[in-house]
């Protein structure tokens, strides 16, 4: 796989947002947490969300290193259902500092640009908050859908910083 250098966004949001979460007026949506999900499934998630925007960092490891991954108990895992179909996921992940941190998120491709990505990140930052975390934080970078950042920044993220790193692509 060939190595680029990619610009990485971090944005961390440190306190909890005011009202309640937003509302969709669709009775289609179902919000699941994954306890204890298979690598197949998992794999399934990640790698349909992730296919066009090059996210690779997962597919390296195997089955048994996965499933530790991901059924650690500081990951929580929801799935968005639309119509009884999974259309996509967040993954929270509670740091050993007191920060949570939104490790994956996303919609698969047929359910981008329908107003569900705002409402999915909407939903993962009134879930982390309800655990008080001492910060929200997450990263993005240039590979990541274009709508990504501003979604983030419109959320009330803000930038921390910003580095390049080396990243494999898939050929």
């Not at 290193?65 to 996509?88: F, H, M, N, R, W």
Request: one cysteine or more; proline letters at 6%; hydrophobic letters at 45%.
């Amino acid at each position: 796989m060939p190595i680029i250098p990619v610009k990485t966004t971090y944005l961390a949001m440190s306190s909890a947002p005011v009202g309640e979460a937003r509302k969709l007026q669709r009775e289609d949506l179902l919000l699941l947490q994954a306890k204890q999900p298979t690598a197949a499934f998992y794999r399934f998630l990640y790698t349909e969300v992730g296919r066009d925007l090059m996210w690779v960092d997962r597919g390296f490891l195997n089955d048994p290193d996965l499933v530790k991954e991901i059924c650690d108990p500081a990951v929580t895992l929801q799935v968005l259902y639309v119509s009884g179909v999974p259309a996509g996921y967040y993954e929270l992940y509670a740091e050993a500092d007191g920060s949570i941190r939104i490790a994956y998120f996303g919609l698969m491709p047929d359910f981008r640009a329908q107003g569900l990505g705002s409402w999915l990140l909407d939903q993962a930052i009134y879930e982390a908050w309800m655990h008080h975390p001492t910060r929200l934080w997450l990263h993005t970078c240039e590979l990541d859908s274009p709508a990504a950042l501003k979604t983030y920044l419109q959320a009330g993220f803000v930038i921390t910083h910003e580095e390049t790193v080396q990243q494999q692509i898939p050929d």
